[in-house]
């Protein structure tokens, strides 16, 4: 991966994510769905987030970010701060990323042995 991809999945992408899917999408849908503000709002951008995962990924890894997302939403109902989901968002892309990277340097030393 290089550098350029690298900053875009740990820092770019994750705030601009985070600026549409919490700071747009779920601060208009606790303020218009009242009645349903909380885990249910939560949940309806979650699986939107899910589903727009779904333009670039697998359809296992766009469910699979539904998970965290439902974090990053909870984070944004409890602290309305844009910036601490946008460092969560980041930290979980690192922790995949970093993953990944383990996993793949894993197999790659297994089959070269």
Same mark, same amino acid.
């Given at each position: 991966?290089?550098?350029?991809? $690298?900053?875009?999945?740990?820092? @770019? +992408?994750?705030?601009?994510?985070? +600026?549409? #899917?919490?700071?747009? &999408?779920?601060?208009?849908?606790? %303020? ?16 939107? $987030? *899910?589903?727009?995962?779904? #333009? ?5 890894? !766009?469910?699979? @970010?539904?998970?965290? %997302?439902? #974090?990053? *939403?909870? &984070?944004?109902?409890? +602290?309305?701060?844009?910036? &601490? ?6 930290? !979980?892309? &690192? ?7 383990? @996993?793949?340097? *894993?197999?790659?030393?297994? #089959?070269? !042995?």
């Amino acid at each position: 991966m290089s550098v350029t991809a $690298f900053l875009l999945t740990v820092a @770019v +992408y994750p705030m601009l994510e985070e +600026y549409l #899917f919490r700071a747009l &999408l779920l601060r208009e849908a606790d %303020s218009r769905f009242v009645q349903w503000r909380g885990w249910r709002t939560n949940l309806a951008v979650s699986v939107l $987030f *899910g589903l727009a995962h779904l #333009f670039a990924w697998p359809v296992m890894h !766009a469910a699979a @970010v539904i998970l965290p %997302s439902l #974090f990053f *939403g909870f &984070l944004w109902q409890r +602290y309305q701060r844009w910036w &601490l989901c946008s460092l969560a968002h980041g930290m !979980a892309n &690192l922790i995949g990323w970093l993953w990944g990277q383990a @996993v793949v340097n *894993g197999l790659l030393q297994w #089959f070269s !042995a």
